[in-house]
C-alpha cells in the first residue's frame, strides 16, 4: 500500500472530550499519512481518480492550416530534370475531430489535403491536389471497458455537488444557529438591564424613605448608610449590565449587518422581539429513536460521508479494472484523392520533349472527393492491440488502498451515526434538565419577589428593619438572574437539537435557494415579530353628477 495513514483517533466521548470529527484523515484520524512525506516519494494521500484514464466525450476538433514555400539547389542534375535548383510550394489543410463514449469506444476522423506547386519535371501535376481520410475506432475490451469506467469522473462529480450542497445546507444550519445563540444572548442581557434597573428603583425608594425617617428621628443614620450601600452597588450593577447590553447589540450588528462604519446603524438600538417561549416542543415529545431516525436522515453530515462512500466504491471499482490487461481492438477505414492540372514543365524522357498539353488530362477537386468514398483507393483494416504488465505492483498497491480507504468510509459513517445518537440523547435529556431548572427557578423568582413585598409591608407596620428588606431585594436580584440563565440555557439547548435534526431551515421558513441566490423570494419566519396590517384600500370616488333644480 502506499501512503497509509498513520493518524490517531483521540479524544473519545467520555474520555477527554468529543470524539474527532473532522481533520486530514479518512475516520477521523488527526493527521492524513504517516511516512516520510506525502504526495511525493510515491505516496498517494488519496486514490480518488485512480485507475484507467477515461477517454475525452467532448468532441474535440483540430485543424491544421500551413504554407510552406521551398527553393533547394540541387546536387545531382539527371534528378533534378538539369534544373540547378527546385522550387517547391506547399499548401497543407488539415482537420482532425475525435470523440469518446462511455463504453470505451473511441472515434477519430482524419481529413488531410495538401496542394504543391513545383517547378519538377518529374512531377506529372503541377499544382496537384491529395486529398484523404481515415476514420478510426478504437474499442476497450478489458482495461477501460465499459460504461462504469468512463463514466465514473461524471458520477463522482454528481456527487461532489450533492456534497457541495449538503455543506452549504450545513453551513446555514451552523450560522443561523449562531445568529439564534447570539439572538438569546442579547435578551439576556436586556433582561438582565431591566432586572438591574428595578433593583436600583427598589433600592433608591428605600433610601428615600430611610432619609425620611431619619430626619424625624425614627431611624439611625447606620441603615440609611447602609441602604446608600446597596444603591451605590445596585448601580455598579446597572452600569455593568448596561455596557453588556451595549456589547450584545454590537456583536449582534457584526452578525446581521455588512457594514458597521454606517453611523446609523453604530447608534441604533437593537431591541429583541421575542422572548424564550416554554411552549414545548413537537421534538420533546418525539420517541428518542423516531428522533435519530430522522436526525440520520437530514443531518448533512451523514449525507456527505454517504456520498463519500459511494465515491470511493466507484473508485475501488476503477482501481480494480485497472489490474486488468490493455487489450483494443480497432478498425479503419479510408480513401485517397488525386486533383490538378498538367505540369507545363513535364518532359517526356523517352523524347526529352515536353508533354503536350492535354496529355494528361486535369482533373477537378470534387473528382479527388468522389475518389474518396467510391472505394477507388480503399486503405483499410482491423486489428488489436495488447499489453500485460507482468507484475503491476503499483496498481495492486493502489488497489488495497483504494479498500482501505472505503473501510475508513463505512467507519467514519458509522462513527457519525453513534455519535449523532448520543448528541440527541443528550440534547433530550438537557431539554429535560433545562425545563425543571427553568421551573425551579422561576418558582424561587416568585418566592422571592413575595418575600420582599412581605418584608417591605414589614418594614412600613415597623416589624422589619432596612436591612432585612435590602437582603430581600438580594435575594430577587439573584433570582431573577438565575432565572434568566436557565431559560437562555434552555432556548440555546433547543436551538442546538434543531440544528442537529436539521430542521432550523424548515422551522424559521429559510429556503436554501434563496440563501445561494441571494434574492429573497420568501419572506422568513420570525418569531415575535408580528406583521403589519394591510393598508385599508381607499373608497372609491365615483364622479355622480348633481341632481336636477327642485328635485
Not at 153 to 181: C, G, H, M, P, W
Not at 344 to 358: K, M, S
Not at 448 to 463: D, F, H, M, T, V
Request: aromatic share 6%.
Amino acid at each position: 500500500m502506499r501512503g497509509v495513514s498513520a493518524g490517531l483517533i483521540t479524544n473519545t466521548l467520555g474520555g477527554t472530550s468529543s470524539t474527532i470529527t473532522g481533520g486530514g484523515g479518512p475516520g477521523g484520524t488527526s493527521t492524513g499519512t504517516g511516512g516520510t512525506g506525502s504526495g511525493a516519494n510515491g505516496l498517494v494521500l488519496s486514490t480518488s481518480g485512480g485507475g484507467p484514464v477515461p477517454y475525452n466525450m467532448d468532441p474535440v476538433l483540430t485543424g491544421n492550416l500551413e504554407y510552406q514555400a521551398q527553393s533547394q539547389q540541387q546536387s545531382n542534375l539527371l534528378f533534378s530534370g538539369g534544373l540547378p535548383s527546385l522550387y517547391t510550394d506547399t499548401s497543407t489543410y488539415n482537420f482532425t475531430y475525435q470523440q469518446g463514449f462511455g463504453t470505451g469506444t473511441l472515434f477519430n476522423v482524419g481529413f488531410n489535403n495538401s496542394r504543391i506547386s513545383s517547378n519538377n519535371p518529374f512531377d506529372t501535376y503541377s499544382p496537384s491536389i491529395t486529398t484523404g481520410f481515415t476514420a478510426t475506432v478504437t474499442q476497450h475490451l478489458l482495461q477501460g471497458f465499459g460504461t462504469g469506467i468512463q463514466d465514473r469522473f461524471i458520477l463522482q462529480a454528481k456527487n461532489n455537488r450533492r456534497i457541495t450542497d449538503s455543506a452549504f445546507r450545513q453551513q446555514l444550519l451552523y450560522t443561523v444557529n449562531q445568529v439564534e445563540n447570539i439572538y438569546w444572548g442579547l435578551v439576556s442581557a436586556y433582561e438582565d438591564e431591566q432586572a438591574k434597573e428595578r433593583a436600583l428603583a427598589q433600592s433608591t425608594q428605600l433610601t428615600e424613605d430611610n432619609r425620611k425617617q431619619l430626619q424625624i428621628g425614627t431611624l439611625a443614620p447606620l441603615d440609611v448608610v447602609n441602604s446608600d450601600a446597596s444603591v451605590a452597588a445596585d448601580k455598579q450593577a446597572l452600569i455593568a449590565s448596561q455596557t453588556n447590553l451595549e456589547y450584545q447589540q454590537l456583536i449582534m450588528k457584526q452578525a446581521i449587518a455588512h457594514n458597521l462604519n454606517d453611523p446609523q446603524i453604530s447608534a441604533a438600538p437593537i431591541v429583541p422581539t421575542d422572548r424564550v417561549a416554554l411552549d414545548r416542543l413537537p421534538e420533546e415529545d418525539q420517541p428518542v429513536e423516531s428522533l435519530i431516525a430522522d436526525a440520520y436522515a437530514n443531518n448533512p453530515q451523514i449525507e456527505q460521508a454517504v456520498l463519500n462512500m459511494k465515491n470511493n466504491r466507484i473508485t475501488i471499482k476503477a482501481e480494480k479494472n485497472g489490474l486488468l490487461p490493455v487489450l483494443d481492438a480497432f478498425a479503419f477505414y479510408g480513401g485517397t484523392g488525386l486533383a490538378g492540372a498538367q505540369n507545363p514543365d513535364a518532359i517526356d524522357f523517352n523524347t526529352g520533349e515536353p508533354y503536350t498539353p492535354g496529355y494528361f488530362p486535369s482533373i477537378s477537386y470534387g473528382t479527388a472527393l468522389n475518389n474518396l468514398i467510391n472505394n477507388s483507393s480503399p486503405n483499410k483494416g482491423v486489428g488489436v492491440n495488447l499489453t500485460i504488465p507482468l507484475r503491476n505492483r503499483t496498481a495492486q498497491a493502489d488497489q488495497v488502498r483504494s479498500q482501505m480507504e472505503l473501510r475508513q468510509s463505512e467507519m467514519r459513517l458509522q462513527q457519525l451515526y453513534t455519535q449523532i445518537r448520543i448528541q440527541i440523547i443528550n440534547s433530550r435529556y438537557a431539554l429535560t434538565n433545562d425545563r425543571a431548572q427553568v421551573a425551579a427557578a422561576q418558582a424561587q423568582h416568585d418566592y422571592a419577589g413575595q418575600s420582599l413585598i412581605a418584608e417591605q409591608k414589614k418594614y412600613k407596620l415597623g416589624a422589619s428593619t432596612s436591612a432585612n428588606v435590602l437582603q430581600q431585594g438580594r435575594n430577587l436580584a439573584i433570582a431573577e438572574n438565575s432565572l434568566i440563565s436557565a431559560t437562555a440555557a434552555y432556548a440555546k439547548d433547543r436551538a442546538a437539537l434543531l440544528q442537529l435534526m436539521a430542521t432550523t431551515l424548515d422551522r424559521y421558513n429559510i429556503s436554501i435557494t434563496d440563501a445561494a441566490s441571494g434574492t429573497i423570494t420568501q419572506a422568513p419566519a420570525i418569531p415575535g415579530l408580528t406583521a403589519p396590517k394591510p393598508e385599508a384600500a381607499p373608497e372609491p370616488i365615483t364622479n355622480t353628477p348633481p341632481p336636477p333644480p327642485n328635485q
